[in-house]
């Protein structure tokens, strides 16, 4: 069975770090692109950052980008999304993703004071 399971969300204060984890169990993540999405209540959801699966090469959302990083273990089973500086528009819940189709569960991230 191909799983993905987000774990690392939270809440933290504006300004704090969080390190989001998506473990994939029944497959390897450089098979496939692996995406994280988010999405805020009364908001669809949008992308936030992928890895490609030929050469590694990463993708940030504007709205992210130089705040978050996305890497992968060197055993690839596991991808981190590294998420610096956040900020209250940054809450929401985020999905890990696989080109496969696969989603996971999701992981509730809120930024607040």
């Known amino acids: 069975q191909l799983q993905l399971v987000e774990s690392g969300g939270g809440l933290v204060q504006p300004g704090g770090s969080l390190r989001l984890s998506c473990a994939a169990s029944g497959f390897t993540l450089d098979y496939y692109a692996i995406g994280w999405f988010r999405q805020a209540p009364g908001k669809e959801r949008e992308g936030v950052s992928c890895i490609s699966s030929s050469d590694g090469s990463t993708y940030y959302a504007d709205s992210v980008k130089g705040r978050f990083t996305l890497s992968r273990d060197n055993a690839k089973t596991t991808v981190y999304l590294q998420m610096n500086n956040l900020k209250p528009e940054d809450s929401a819940v985020y999905y890990c993703?696989?080109?496969?189709?696969?989603w996971g569960q999701g992981t509730q991230v809120t930024v607040s004071s």
């Open positions: 993703w696989s080109g496969g189709g696969v």
